[in-house]
């Protein structure tokens, strides 16, 4: 089965910029979607097909993808920016998630 | 305003039955795929099933595979995913989300852009 690998955690001071990556076999050409996810929330869309932002989420959230990986980048982290962040592909009729990874804005 | 609002969780026993309900509003339901995604708890996301704008293909985690089945009623404008045989790992949140599919230059693509509340379901003796 597909499978997507993240880092299970990631550090930044506010101001900085947090780049979480994505890999799985071809994602490059699975148009990756991000979700940001805090405790007691429903996730949030705020990357699409790779590198779109739906309305509402903020400029410093951008996405690339190249080969076998995704990339999401948050420039300027805020404090409010921490939370766990998904990456999510579709593959051979079924949804797949990466593990997370949680961002702490310190 | 676009909305989603799942119901029906509550605590049940290993081997016993739950139905899952997701009412929808603000939009056209019958426009767009529908997906249940779980997270349990100290867990990440999980993609539990999807079923298509018109109801007529359906889609499983192995997981759930079997035990699950996700529906839709057009009418109701609503989800609903009915799970038996239930075990103790599928104790989580349960959301449903819509989901946008369409054709680019490159491809295919699909995103879930709408997500409910939640709700949460117990296995638990």
């Known amino acids: 089965s597909y499978e997507l690998t993240q880092p299970p955690s990631l550090s930044v001071s506010p101001g900085q910029t947090a780049t979480i990556t994505c890999s799985g076999d071809?994602?490059?050409?699975?148009?990756a979607s991000w979700f940001q996810k805090k405790p007691g929330q429903s996730p949030v869309l705020v990357i699409y097909q790779g590198y779109k932002r739906p309305s509402g989420i903020p400029e410093r959230f951008s996405g690339s993808s190249s080969g076998n990986t995704a990339t999401l980048t948050i420039s300027g982290t805020q404090s409010i920016d921490e939370g766990d962040y998904y990456c999510q592909a579709w593959d051979s009729s079924a949804w797949v998630f990466g593990g997370g990874t949680k961002l702490t804005v310190l | 305003q676009e909305q989603l609002v799942e119901s029906g969780g509550g605590v049940v026993k290993p081997g016993g039955s739950l139905r899952l309900s997701c009412a929808a509003s603000?939009?056209?339901?019958?426009?767009?795929?529908m997906n249940w995604i779980r997270q349990g708890p100290g867990k990440g996301l999980e993609w539990v099933a999807q079923i298509n704008n018109r109801g007529t293909i359906t889609s499983y985690a192995d997981s759930v595979k079997g035990r699950f089945t996700i529906s839709r009623d057009k009418a109701k404008n609503s989800l609903s995913l009915q799970m038996s045989s239930l075990r103790a790992e599928d104790t989580a949140v349960y959301y449903c989300?819509?989901?946008?599919?369409?054709?680019?230059?490159?491809?295919?693509?699909?995103?879930?852009?709408?997500w409910g509340i939640g709700t949460t379901v117990t296995v638990s003796s």
């Open positions: 071809y994602l490059g050409d699975k148009f």
């Open positions: 603000g939009f056209t339901f019958s426009d767009y795929l």
């Open positions: 989300a819509r989901e946008v599919a369409g054709i680019a230059v490159a491809g295919n693509y699909y995103y879930m852009d709408v």
